[in-house]
């Protein structure tokens, strides 16, 4: 039964593509059916740095079956590419970087020839001396990543004098906090299929990805094709969080099917996906801070190194980002945070789920804390005396509006938790923790970058109306989002609005799907274009039937005229359709980066101008004789603005809290022996159901953003941002031993 418009906004529509997943009937980019399609298999580096002295193919090439064996000398534009930075190579021909990178792709016409030929291809490497930690790489006579020196990017931002500060300060606490590497765990492995379309000389290509205009812009530029020739598709997306910022393995199979001319399919194994693609960036960040004796916080400095691997990947607007977020959501008058971004021969960093925020709110959180419980201020009291208020500035320099009137209730709705947790009587033989965290998320590209987002409207002749996304959907409920706010305007069932998948040759570009953006931008532009699209119904409507405009109106799904008859749409889009007619309405939503709020010193990405605030409370049971750390309650508390999606709203919160879990607790891609690392999820640690808090409670809090679509903004990252620092301001508080590295191990909790 379809609901009325009243109802669609805050509701829990179904997703469409829902029922299709569950039965596996979802098409994903490895499932297309092609004819004569060709299989690619890459020759990936087993040194973390070496020199390539010589490749030879001629034994790959006799297998049968082989169509095609490619080195760097067969890529016809660009050898490199890079979204921020153009370092990363197609096919490595001088020297290798890291563990995984590609040297040779080799196409055949079955994957088991694919596989067979590739094990043949014999490469002569010459070590090379590799750099590993951040710190050392920034040494004088530290082996070079890249002949540029291994510093990517380094931020140094500050407001009022921090050595003032600490001179005011009644105490100073100083601590170094570690991150892990982390894997995005996703299901579904990174795949791309690409056929050659000769008549057209072009190139169509199916991604699994996060931005597919991006992955068109490189692919065009490493065949040395116009962009025009270049059609990108998106397929159903078996998870992202981050890790499908990459565009390697679409230009790979893009390469492969314009060699051979035919169609080529290239898909991961787990072990590629946990060497070759994005993870969370390592980071080791000092803070130093002073306070008075009543908790208030005088001054901060954070000094912070992160460690993007071999290729920038999004490191740079990771450490921007970071760098904002260091001071979390206190007011600080004096603040310096210095982010250094290094190259290293690790596998290589960009972007994941919160981009920098996690990093920096385990810091931050944990140093809170430490700081109440030095002063003898409970945590809650002393987060209170220094939260951000309306109309304060974040130390970059930008005003805080009516979104930081969420903070005082987080912490009210957390005081409530943290008394019920800590009445809770643990199991035998375990000991109790109550800890939480707050947190600040940004969202948006960031200043000084188009933050733009285009989609487009169609009615179609039957009354329905299509939604082109400019930004694909990665499962986490954009489309229905979409269809719901479109559907809303339009005074129609949300069963009459369909959003379709991604397509660079049909669809306007909507840029990244990441950011915490897309619901506040592909919203704002859905309301644009569907009030247009309403006011060109009416104009043909009044044409078709001879009448003044201002004498029509619409009014869901009715064209409503004088004489006070109800029309359906469909008889005038049908109408319009034979005389070959259709509405089409396109708009552009864009983040405000107003000049009078937007310090302009800043470099590119800094600052951003919004921001999404939360709080979590976490109670963990601890076996001190073990040191297994058991997560038993959880309250997330969550401003969302608005919410579009009920179900949505709460599937985030769910899934950021497990990420969060898994961070605090379980996962760590680490080095093992010389250049083995951890590639399988044998080793690797993800949280499972198990794992999962028998109490996990959702408020969700709507403080409307009154830019956003009906008040809505992200929520899509802040989610996993305070999980871990609460869980270890709670071992704390079971165990009183600080854990300043996660994840936390039990070693951590039984040996001093």
Same mark, same amino acid.
């Given at each position: 039964?379809?609901?009325?418009?009243?109802?669609?906004?805050?509701?829990?529509?179904?997703?469409?593509?829902?029922?299709?997943?569950?039965?596996?009937?979802?098409?994903?980019?490895?499932?297309?059916?092609?004819?004569?399609?060709?299989? !690619?298999?890459?020759?990936?580096?087993?040194?973390?740095?070496?020199?390539?002295?010589?490749?030879?193919?001629?034994?790959?090439?006799?297998?049968?079956?082989?169509?095609?064996?490619?080195?760097?000398?067969?890529?016809?534009?660009?050898?490199?590419?890079?979204?921020?930075?153009?370092?990363?190579?197609?096919?490595?021909?001088?020297?290798?970087?890291?563990?995984?990178?590609?040297?040779?792709?080799?196409?055949?016409?079955?994957?088991?020839?694919? &596989?067979?030929?590739?094990?043949?291809?014999?490469?002569?490497?010459?070590?090379?001396?590799?750099?590993?930690?951040?710190?050392?790489?920034?040494?004088?006579?530290?082996?070079?990543?890249?002949?540029?020196?291994?510093?990517?990017?380094?931020?140094?931002?500050?407001?009022?004098?921090?050595?003032?500060?600490?001179?005011?300060?009644?105490?100073?606490?100083?601590?170094?906090?570690?991150?892990?590497?982390?894997?995005?765990?996703?299901?579904?492995?990174?795949?791309?299929?690409?056929?050659?379309?000769?008549?057209?000389?072009?190139?169509?290509?199916?991604?699994?990805?996060?931005?597919?205009?991006?992955?068109?812009?490189?692919?065009?530029?490493?065949?040395?094709?116009?962009?025009?020739?270049? &059609?990108?598709?998106?397929?159903?997306?078996?998870? /992202?969080?981050?890790?499908?910022?990459?565009?390697?393995?679409?230009?790979?199979?893009?390469?492969?099917?314009?060699?051979?001319?035919?169609?080529?399919?290239?898909?991961?194994?787990?072990?590629?996906?946990?060497?070759?693609?994005?993870?969370?960036?390592?980071?080791?960040?000092?803070?130093?801070?002073?306070?008075?004796?009543?908790?208030?916080?005088?001054?901060?400095?954070?000094?912070?190194?992160?460690?993007?691997?071999?290729?920038?990947?999004?490191?740079?607007?990771?450490?921007?980002?970071?760098?904002?977020?260091?001071?979390?959501?206190?007011?600080?008058?004096?603040?310096?945070?210095?982010?250094?971004?290094?190259?290293?021969?690790?596998?290589?960093?960009?972007?994941?789920?919160?981009?920098?925020?996690?990093?920096?709110?385990?810091?931050?959180?944990?140093?809170?804390?430490?700081?109440?419980?030095?002063?003898?201020?409970?945590?809650?009291?002393?987060?209170?005396?220094?939260?951000?208020?309306?109309?304060?500035?974040?130390?970059?320099?930008?005003?805080?509006?009516?979104? /930081?009137?969420?903070?005082?209730?987080?912490?009210?709705?957390?005081?409530?938790?943290?008394?019920?947790?800590?009445?809770?009587?643990?199991?035998?033989?375990?000991?109790?923790?109550?800890?939480?965290?707050?947190?600040?998320?940004?969202?948006?590209?960031?200043?000084?970058?188009?933050?733009?987002?285009?989609?487009?409207?169609?009615?179609?002749?039957?009354?329905?109306?299509?939604?082109?996304?400019?930004?694909?959907?990665?499962?986490?409920?954009?489309?229905?989002?979409?269809?719901?706010?479109? /559907?809303?305007?339009?005074?129609?069932?949300?069963?009459?609005?369909?959003?379709?998948?991604?397509?660079?040759?049909?669809?306007?570009?909507?840029?990244?799907?990441?950011?915490?953006?897309?619901?506040?931008?592909?919203?704002?532009?859905?309301?644009?274009?569907?009030?247009?699209?309403?006011?060109?119904?009416?104009?043909?409507?009044?044409?078709?039937?001879?009448?003044?405009?201002?004498?029509?109106?619409?009014?869901?799904?009715?064209?409503?005229?004088?004489?006070?008859?109800?029309?359906?749409?469909?008889?005038?889009?049908?109408?319009?359709?034979?005389?070959?007619?259709?509405?089409?309405?396109?708009?552009?939503?864009?983040?405000?980066?107003?000049?009078?709020?937007?310090? &302009?010193?800043?470099?590119?990405?800094?600052?951003?101008?919004?921001?999404?605030?939360?709080?979590?409370?976490?109670?963990?049971?601890?076996?001190?004789?073990?040191?297994?750390?058991?997560?038993?309650?959880?309250?997330?508390?969550?401003?969302?603005?608005?919410?579009?999606?009920?179900?949505?709203?709460?599937?985030?919160?769910?899934?950021?809290?497990?990420?969060?879990?898994?961070?605090?607790?379980?996962?760590?891609?680490?080095?093992?022996?010389?250049?083995?690392?951890?590639?399988?999820?044998?080793?690797?640690?993800?949280?499972?159901?198990?794992?999962?808090?028998?109490?996990?409670?959702?408020?969700?809090?709507?403080?409307?953003?009154?830019?956003?679509?009906?008040?809505?903004?992200?929520?899509?990252?802040?989610?996993?941002?305070?999980?871990?620092?609460?869980?270890?301001?709670?071992?704390?508080? !079971?165990?009183?031993?600080?854990?300043?590295?996660?994840?936390?191990?039990?070693?951590?909790?039984?040996?001093?």
């Amino acid at each position: 039964m379809s609901r009325s418009s009243a109802t669609i906004i805050g509701g829990s529509e179904k997703r469409k593509d829902a029922f299709r997943k569950v039965r596996g009937e979802a098409v994903y980019a490895a499932d297309l059916p092609f004819p004569n399609l060709f299989h !690619a298999k890459v020759v990936r580096s087993p040194h973390l740095s070496a020199r390539i002295m010589n490749i030879s193919a001629e034994k790959a090439r006799e297998v049968m079956g082989v169509k095609a064996v490619l080195t760097s000398a067969d890529i016809p534009g660009s050898k490199t590419f890079g979204t921020l930075v153009q370092d990363q190579s197609v096919l490595a021909d001088d020297v290798v970087r890291m563990a995984g990178d590609p040297v040779v792709l080799v196409v055949a016409e079955s994957e088991r020839a694919s &596989q067979q030929a590739a094990s043949l291809v014999e490469v002569v490497y010459q070590p090379l001396e590799p750099v590993l930690d951040p710190l050392s790489a920034l040494q004088p006579d530290s082996p070079l990543v890249h002949s540029g020196g291994n510093l990517v990017t380094r931020y140094d931002v500050q407001t009022g004098d921090p050595e003032q500060g600490f001179r005011e300060a009644d105490v100073i606490l100083e601590e170094t906090f570690y991150t892990p590497r982390v894997s995005p765990g996703y299901m579904e492995l990174e795949n791309s299929t690409a056929q050659w379309n000769a008549e057209q000389n072009s190139i169509t290509v199916w991604v699994s990805s996060q931005h597919p205009f991006e992955d068109q812009r490189q692919i065009a530029m490493v065949l040395g094709l116009g962009i025009e020739k270049v &059609q990108v598709i998106s397929a159903a997306v078996g998870g /992202a969080f981050g890790g499908r910022e990459d565009s390697s393995i679409a230009i790979l199979a893009a390469l492969g099917a314009y060699r051979t001319r035919g169609t080529v399919r290239l898909v991961n194994n787990r072990s590629e996906s946990f060497l070759a693609h994005p993870k969370r960036h390592p980071a080791r960040i000092h803070l130093k801070v002073g306070a008075k004796k009543d908790g208030r916080l005088v001054a901060l400095h954070g000094v912070v190194h992160l460690d993007t691997g071999a290729y920038a990947s999004y490191g740079p607007a990771v450490g921007g980002l970071l760098t904002e977020v260091v001071p979390g959501s206190y007011c600080i008058p004096h603040v310096r945070v210095e982010t250094h971004v290094v190259y290293t021969n690790n596998p290589f960093a960009g972007a994941m789920r919160g981009f920098g925020s996690p990093q920096a709110h385990f810091a931050i959180e944990s140093m809170m804390d430490i700081l109440g419980d030095r002063l003898g201020i409970d945590p809650i009291e002393i987060r209170r005396r220094n939260i951000l208020q309306v109309g304060d500035r974040v130390f970059t320099g930008v005003p805080v509006d009516q979104t /930081a009137s969420s903070l005082p209730i987080c912490l009210d709705l957390a005081r409530e938790a943290v008394s019920r947790f800590e009445n809770i009587q643990p199991s035998p033989g375990k000991v109790n923790g109550v800890g939480l965290a707050l947190a600040v998320q940004t969202m948006g590209y960031g200043a000084h970058i188009a933050d733009d987002s285009t989609h487009r409207l169609e009615w179609l002749p039957d009354g329905r109306v299509r939604i082109f996304l400019g930004a694909p959907d990665l499962g986490q409920g954009l489309a229905i989002a979409a269809e719901q706010i479109t /559907a809303e305007v339009l005074g129609l069932p949300v069963e009459q609005v369909e959003a379709v998948n991604v397509d660079t040759w049909l669809a306007p570009k909507g840029g990244t799907t990441c950011a915490s953006r897309m619901t506040y931008l592909t919203g704002n532009a859905l309301i644009k274009a569907a009030d247009q699209l309403k006011l060109q119904l009416i104009e043909e409507a009044a044409l078709i039937m001879n009448i003044p405009p201002d004498q029509v109106s619409y009014n869901h799904g009715m064209i409503q005229i004088p004489n006070g008859r109800n029309i359906p749409v469909i008889e005038f889009t049908s109408r319009l359709a034979d005389s070959g007619q259709q509405l089409v309405s396109q708009a552009t939503a864009s983040f405000p980066y107003p000049p009078e709020i937007t310090p &302009q010193h800043l470099p590119p990405g800094m600052p951003h101008v919004m921001f999404c605030f939360g709080a979590q409370v976490v109670r963990v049971e601890v076996d001190p004789e073990l040191g297994i750390v058991d997560v038993k309650d959880v309250v997330a508390i969550h401003d969302v603005g608005k919410v579009i999606n009920q179900h949505g709203v709460e599937g985030q919160i769910e899934g950021g809290v497990m990420m969060g879990i898994g961070y605090a607790l379980y996962e760590e891609m680490i080095q093992k022996t010389d250049s083995k690392w951890v590639d399988s999820f044998t080793e690797y640690l993800l949280p499972t159901c198990e794992d999962v808090p028998l109490n996990l409670e959702k408020v969700i809090l709507e403080n409307p953003e009154t830019s956003g679509p009906f008040g809505a903004k992200g929520i899509g990252e802040i989610t996993l941002v305070p999980t871990a620092p609460a869980i270890a301001n709670a071992v704390f508080r !079971a165990t009183r031993r600080r854990v300043t590295k996660l994840p936390i191990k039990m070693e951590d909790l039984l040996f001093e």
